[in-house]
């Protein structure tokens, strides 16, 4: 995590953990929090604390799948108050363009150093389907404006910020969706506006992702941009085969779905499953680091890092060692029936 008031280092954009482990060439490891539907912080502590030593950077979502929550910005300040370095999601779902650096502002200058811009889910999918979305600018137009504040020390109207954030950009991409063939296309465009970093959305079909990699390798963008491919632990099989066949743009092989529906016990298989793809992308030409988003089961993130072996961590969180689980974090492993996976954490 990077001090509020420092500037980065010699070639570093930003100097934050996140941007220092891509750069020293050491495989990357990333968690991420969901913050929840009320105004409190405990989830994001609690979370936060069991990753802490154990991840480089947590992203903070930004009101995930169309839903209310408590803010991104908010949640990801709390970190930094923590001594944890927080990834700040920004969507275009909800925002102009005066908000959004606006709020790019607020965070760095509460020490967030790393931004992942992205679109955001359709707001007909959550909890508020009649609210208008912004999109005043879309995914690799906010991308462009973080890096003229960065890069140029301007606003995007071209007037001149004083002592203007300087971040690590990120962005996302999705290796599944149609058509196929485009997926490299856009991620080079996105290279082209000026992300650092790219998370890809989750990987639950490791042959489809293989082939992307193939494409993204012929256009050498692995050479511009550090990938880290997202890694989601699915609760149970059946949360697979409804991600199989009810969610557009998501692609889930069967091998995934059978492996878990025949494991004697589906959450140890998912986490088991989710260690293994961590160590094939490990062996991946390209692949810079590893994404691991446990959607609505962030508790088991420690179980999955230390399992793969992803410890110690080289920069994260001023150095420290990883923080003890508390009993909370334990009573939920205990109520998923992981508690065993790793007998010396339970």
């Not at 811009?117 to 389907?129: E, K, R, V």
């Not at 002592?163 to 991409?173: A, S």
Request: proline residues 5%; aromatic residues 8%; contains cysteine.
């Amino acid at each position: 995590m990077t001090e509020a008031n420092s500037k980065p280092e010699g070639n570093l954009k930003s100097g934050s953990a996140l941007e220092r482990t891509y750069v020293s060439g050491q495989f990357v490891c990333t968690g991420e929090v969901g913050p929840p539907k009320e105004s409190s912080f405990h989830h994001v502590e609690m979370y936060g604390n069991g990753m802490k030593g154990r991840v480089d950077a947590i992203n903070l979502t930004d009101n995930q799948t169309a839903v209310t929550r408590l803010s991104s910005w908010a949640a990801a300040v709390k970190l930094v108050m923590m001594g944890l370095e927080p990834n700040l999601q920004m969507v275009c779902r909800d925002r102009n363009r005066l908000a959004m650096q606006s709020d790019l502002l607020g965070a760095y200058a509460h020490g967030v150093r790393n931004v992942l811009c992205l679109s955001g889910d359709h707001q007909a999918f959550g909890n508020h389907p009649g609210c208008k979305g912004v999109y005043d600018v879309d995914s690799i137009q906010l991308i462009g404006m973080v890096k003229k504040l960065r890069d140029e020390g301007c606003f995007e109207c071209g007037e001149e910020c004083k002592n203007n954030p300087k971040f690590f950009i990120g962005c996302v991409e999705n290796p599944f969706g149609d058509p196929f063939e485009f997926r490299a296309v856009r991620l080079e465009k996105k290279i082209e506006a000026g992300a650092d970093f790219v998370q890809t959305q989750c990987i639950l079909d490791m042959e489809r992702f293989e082939r992307f990699m193939e494409m993204v390798r012929e256009r050498g963008l692995h050479k511009r941009i550090y990938i880290s491919p997202g890694l989601m632990p699915v609760k149970s099989p059946k949360m697979a085969r409804y991600m199989q066949h009810g969610v557009p743009g998501m692609l889930v092989s069967e091998e995934f779905c059978q492996y878990l529906e025949t494991a004697p016990n589906g959450k140890i298989g998912a986490l088991d499953l989710t260690v293994d793809y961590v160590k094939r992308c490990q062996q991946m030409e390209g692949v810079a680091g590893v994404h691991i988003m446990a959607v609505a089961w962030e508790e088991v993130v420690p179980l999955v890092v230390q399992k793969a072996g992803l410890l110690p961590r080289p920069f994260a969180a001023f150095h420290d060692n990883p923080a003890p689980i508390s009993d909370e974090i334990k009573a939920l492993w205990k109520k998923s029936g992981v508690d065993n996976y790793i007998p010396e954490l339970a």
